[in-house]
């Protein structure tokens, strides 16, 4: 049964075609939102739309490459445009390439930032102003969100993780200045740092890399669905309440 609190909003989820972004499209569309579905995979969004909308929810795709600005800022607008508004925005596009610094091929540094950094930027420079009058519009609910997905990484570096760590940093302390700048105007910022989760995150490491990680987990992952409904509960909290932190790991998990 869906909850409906989240009725008469807009959510847009990046990197919405598995994961974490995927659960939290579905988690929303349960509490009531219409969902913009953003990724580059058409074919995975058009199935998770299809998915939603065979149990009551409305879900729109938009294929796209939030590392092109003009994609991204084009996503935004075609959001808006078919769905009259935007409430909420979870900025969950990302990659992790992990291997020593010395030895790591550059262009996984290069595709990391662009994604992680540069795919984040992009997206909420355009959603801010449709966020902003959402929070202002009255009658409302009185309140906008900017989600924006860190990591365990985002709070401590590790070998192998370097240049992971400094885009996940990175995405802590914006989202901490962007907090400071918005909240006077009724725009929560909210930073999620999940530690491990079952996602296809992992499928892209080189193989030695990935075996030894799993080798030495020593701990069993999340599901998406648990880093969803952390995010679900933080942008359904009242107005005058804002989750502007949470760090969320497996129970078994040390760093």
Known sequence: MMSRHLSGTVALITGASSGIG??????????????????RRADRLAE??????????????????????????????QTVH???????????AGQMLLGEFTSAPADQATSMVDLNVHGLLNIARAALPHLLEAAAEPGARGVADLVNISSVAGRKGTPGAAVYALTKFGVVGLSEALRQELAGRQVRVTVVEPGGVATELGDYLDPDVRARLVAEMGYTPMAPRDVAEAITFAVARGSNVALNEVLIRPTGQLL
Do not use: F, H, W, Y
């Open 22 to 39: 995927a659960a939290t499209a579905k988690a929303l569309a349960e509490a009531g939102a219409v969902v913009a579905l953003l990724a």
């Open 48 to 77: 998770l739309s299809k998915e939603i909308e065979a149990v009551g929810g409305m879900a729109l795709a938009v294929p796209c490459d939030i590392t092109d600005r003009e994609q991204a800022v084009s996503a935004v607008r």
């Open 82 to 92: 078919s769905l009259g508004r935007l409430d909420i925005v979870v900025n969950n």
